[in-house]
């Protein structure tokens, strides 16, 4: 856990290099901030600039705070949060695939399952709950994959661990998709019965061969 500001002594090289991380003081953070923003803005304008609030942490006062910072002293508009870029797609999502903006699986069952397959999600951090299942199932038996950048706490059991580069979850699910097919490990009964679109699906996932997008996700 990050317990004080850090900046990167070396940002033209990439996290995946060596970003050269050092430890500073908040007035030193604060004021890199600003004046990264005022540069930005006198260069682009204010319009190159968005903020997103968070509907974790302080709550809706942080929220209206920022709200009125980006408006009133950064001069746009572009501000938006968390629970419409992230959980309202999710809900949308849902709700046509499914009936319900909940989701499609039941908690309990976690500790049932043979195999758990955790993506782009950190239960210990978000649901210590769910986490506690997915140990209980590993201590059952069950196989854990973990698929995310960061090496999480549920990284740390798993039996399988792969660290994809940020921004390719998608071709790694296409990637999954294509060698079920494939391999032919699908259940054409239930495509057949439950599913439309699934000619047009795979003109896309067919270009999504793991040998192909091996460079994108770093697997």
Known sequence: RIKAPMKR???EKGL???PGWV???WDEALDFTAERLRAIIEEHGAES???????????????YVMQKFTRACLGTNNIDNCARTCHAASVIG????????????SIPTLEETDCILLFGYNPAASHPIVARRIVNAKERG???IVCDPRVIES????????PLKNGSNLALLN??????IDEELADWDFIDEHTTGFDAWWEIVQDYAPEDVEEVTGR
């Open 9 to 11: 002594t070396n940002p």
């Open 16 to 18: 995946e290099v060596d």
């Open 23 to 25: 430890e500073i003081t």
């Open 49 to 63: 600039v968005m903020l997103t609030g968070s509907s974790r942490g302080a709550g809706n006062e942080a929220n």
């Open 94 to 105: 849902l709700m046509e695939v499914v009936g319900s903006g909940a989701m499609s699986v």
């Open 142 to 144: 069950a196989d854990l």
């Open 155 to 162: 990284a740390r059991i798993a039996d399988m661990y792969l």
């Open 175 to 180: 990637a999954f998709a294509y060698a079920i």
